[in-house]
């Protein structure tokens, strides 16, 4: 049997397909959604784990961080808070 894309007289129809038209589409490689997996950890829990890096907060960055809970502040209002603080005037 002869495989080709050439067109018969319908126009519509190709010669020698090699698949069903009801056959299901296969998915590009690469498509599937990714998963957001991991966990969150709290302030504490961090503050333990950046001290063993040898990390540690400043006065001056503990309380903006209780300024910005205790006034709600969302994530992007919180890092806009932290970038207006370290910005050069």
């Known amino acids: 049997?002869?495989?080709?894309?050439k067109r018969?007289?319908?126009g519509a129809n190709l010669t020698g397909m090699c698949y069903t038209?009801?056959?299901?589409?296969?998915?590009q490689p690469g498509t599937k959604a990714k998963k957001k997996g991991g966990f969150v950890i709290?302030?504490?829990?961090?503050g333990k784990i950046s001290a063993v890096e040898g990390i540690r907060l400043t006065p001056t960055?503990?309380?903006r961080s209780a300024d910005a809970e205790r006034k709600?502040?969302?994530?992007?209002?919180?890092?806009?808070?932290?970038?207006?603080s370290y910005r050069k005037a």
Request: net charge positive; no cysteine.
């Open 1 to 5: 049997m002869r495989f080709s894309a």
């Open 72 to 84: 709600g502040l969302s994530a992007e209002e919180y890092r806009q808070t932290i970038m207006r």
């Open 8 to 10: 018969n007289d319908a």
């Open 61 to 63: 960055m503990k309380k």
């Open 21 to 27: 038209p009801d056959m299901p589409k296969t998915k």
């Open 42 to 46: 709290g302030r504490d829990s961090f």
